[in-house]
Nanobody, 124 residues
Framework: QLQLVESGGGLVQPGGSLKLSCVAS????????MGWFRRPPGKASELVAA????????YYTDAVKGRFTITRDNDLNTLYLEMNGLRPEDTALYSC?????????????????WGQGTQVTVTS
């Protein structure tokens, strides 16, 4: 059974850092692109970052470029999102999702399987 379990969220002050993890099981993690989505309070989900199955290419939404880094460890079946310079507008529920092939897509419907998410709250 496919499972994605996120961790690492929490409460942090503006300018702080967090590193999210997503442990995958029940499928061949190393042949699928992965993405991180976030859903701010009262808003729709958005794709924050994505990475190819072999990590040779990645994508970041403009709002997080230069602050967030997506990586993966295929030996550990784990996806990461390192977040630096956090801002109040980064407050959201962050979820990892698996793609449908080795290359990432910018289309949300290309990520059929999602984890439950981990809450990130940035406030002073």
């Amino acid at each position: 059974q496919l499972q994605l379990v996120e961790s690492g969220g929490g409460l942090v002050q503006p300018g702080g850092s967090l590193k999210l993890s997503c442990v995958a099981s029940g499928f061949n993690f190393d042949i699928y692109a992965m993405g991180w989505f976030r859903r701010p309070p009262g808003k729709a989900s958005e794709l924050v970052a994505a990475i190819n199955s072999n990590a040779d290419n990645s994508y970041y939404t403009d709002a997080v470029k230069g602050r967030f880094t997506i990586t993966r460890d295929n030996d550990l079946n784990t996806l990461y999102l390192e977040m630096n310079g956090l801002r109040p507008e980064d407050t959201a529920l962050y979820s990892c999702a698996s793609g449908q092939g080795p290359l990432f897509s910018l289309a949300p419907h290309s990520y059929p399987n999602w984890g439950q998410g981990t809450q990130v709250t940035v406030t002073s």
